[in-house]
């Protein structure tokens, strides 16, 4: 059970990892906005990404036409959240 959980939540930090990089993708080609896979892409990861533009902004580092909040949010999911999560799993179980 406990490896099961730990697999799942791998794979959840995984797959918000693809689609975000997936996004980043999208941004460098024009695609229709009207497009459902576009935009169900963006209701997936704009609640993530939403708070690191935020903080991006708050910083500075958004300056120009390159957006960083993607960026910030892949080192955090992997370096902070990620881990953190597992942990907390780990240690429930």
Request: hydrophobic share 55%; net charge positive; proline share 5%.
């Amino acid at each position: 059970m406990r490896e099961a959980l730990l697999l799942t939540v791998s794979y959840f930090f995984e797959v918000v990892n693809f689609l975000i990089f997936i996004r980043v993708m999208l941004s460098w080609v024009h695609v229709s906005p009207q497009n459902k896979f576009v935009n169900l892409l963006y209701q997936l990861t704009e609640p993530i990404l939403e708070p690191f533009r935020k903080l991006s902004a708050r910083l500075g580092l958004n300056r120009g036409m390159v957006d960083f909040s993607p960026i910030v949010a892949l080192i955090f999911l992997y370096y902070i959240a990620r881990p953190l999560v597992l942990a907390l799993v780990r240690t429930i179980l």
